[in-house]
């Protein structure tokens, strides 16, 4: 299977600042990488999707990049509803997804 | 509006059973993959299981793999969870997922929740 790790898992930042969340693949997955939402009680959110592709209505200061086996998520300017945890997740093997553990973004 | 409803989780003894099951709407639902993940309290999100769209292939993490069976209904735009020999660790929240395009999940459901314990 591939094991998806991210990192940090958790960081405190202030509002306005930029945030870099970093996820690694344990072999080339391309650019087989989603990046998703998730805020405690409610259903996890799609953000990006093929590593780089904003999804509709999700806003233009969170984006993604890299592709085999290095991948970066960045919130250009940290607002008070970004505050969740974040996952990255890989379909290059469609017979087993897999997620990273999370990223939880907390407000300094 | 695509909708997806979870139903079924509720609290189940060591070596039960358990159905959950996913009722979709607002979208061709025999068009799509669905998936299962899950959550357990305090952890990350972890897949669990998908089924193509004509029924013809089915996958499953390896920790549910020979306990859980996952099936749909095209006619009743229905997804199911068959869940058996359920241990502690199987408690979570189970969410429902909708695939857009080969393991790209666009669509979730809120969750049901399934806890295991005596």
């Known amino acids: 299977d591939i094991q998806m790790t991210q990192s940090p898992s958790s960081l405190s930042a202030s509002i306005g600042d930029r945030v870099t969340i970093t996820c690694q693949a344990s072999?080339?997955?391309?650019?087989?990488l989603n990046w998703y939402q998730k805020k405690p009680g409610k259903a996890p959110k799609l953000l990006i999707y093929d590593a780089s592709n904003l999804e509709r209505r999700v806003p233009s200061r969170f984006s993604g990049s890299g592709s085999g086996t290095h991948f970066t998520f960045i919130i250009s300017s940290l607002q008070p509803e970004d505050i969740a945890t974040y996952y990255c997740?890989?379909?290059?093997?469609?017979?087993?997804?897999?997620f990273g553990g999370g990223t939880k973004v907390e407000i300094k | 509006e695509v909708q997806l409803v979870e139903s079924g989780g509720t609290v189940v003894q060591p070596g039960g059973s358990l159905r959950l099951s996913c009722a979709a709407s607002?979208?061709?639902?025999?068009?799509?993959?669905m998936h299962w993940v899950r959550q357990a309290p305090g952890k990350g999100l972890v897949w669990v299981s998908r089924i193509n769209s004509d029924v013809s292939s089915a996958t499953y993490a390896d920790s549910v793999k020979g306990r859980f069976t996952i099936s749909r209904d095209n006619v009743k735009n229905t997804v199911y969870l068959e869940m058996n020999s359920l241990r502690a660790d199987d408690t979570a929240v189970y969410f429902c997922?909708?695939?857009?395009?080969?393991?790209?999940?666009?669509?979730w459901g809120q969750g049901t929740l399934v806890t295991v314990s005596s």
């Open positions: 997740q890989q379909y290059d093997d469609l017979q087993v997804l897999t």
């Open positions: 607002g979208f061709i639902f025999r068009s799509h993959w």
């Open positions: 072999q080339d997955i391309s650019n087989y």
């Open positions: 997922v909708r695939d857009r395009a080969r393991g790209l999940f666009d669509y």
